[in-house]
Nanobody, 124 residues
């Protein structure tokens, strides 16, 4: 079992930066793939980025490639999403997720464990 808690969301102007954190409980976290998803009002939850348990493999949605960076610190049981050059269309609730197998999966149903979400609002 893995429990996830996000933090770091907030209000930022377009062009600004934010770093989201996701703290995990459970010794098995370091062997799990991790991911970030987001959900804007009236839209489906969408894939943002994912990373393998070792950090060797990472994947990004085209919409955030070059602007967002996913990372993890297994010693701290924490994962991160560094977001730069933010745009109003990045406004959403951001969720972290973890799963033993789903490293390259972009469908939310492939990920077993989820945080509660943190709001990111980008003003124009």
């Amino acid at each position: 079992q893995v429990q996830l808690v996000e933090s770091g969301g907030g209000l930022v102007q377009a062009g600004g930066s934010l770093r989201l954190s996701c703290a995990a409980s459970g010794r098995t976290f370091r062997s799990y793939a991790v991911a970030w998803f987001r959900q804007a009002p009236g839209k489906e939850r969408e894939f943002v980025a994912s990373q393998s348990w070792s950090g060797d493999s990472t994947y990004y949605a085209d919409s955030v490639k070059g602007r967002f960076t996913i990372s993890r610190d297994n010693a701290k049981n924490t994962m991160y999403l560094q977001m730069s050059s933010l745009k109003p269309e990045d406004t959403a609730v951001y969720y972290c997720a973890a799963d033993p197998y789903a490293v390259a999966a972009t469908a939310p149903r492939a990920w077993d464990y989820w945080g509660q979400g943190t709001q990111v609002t980008v003003s124009s």
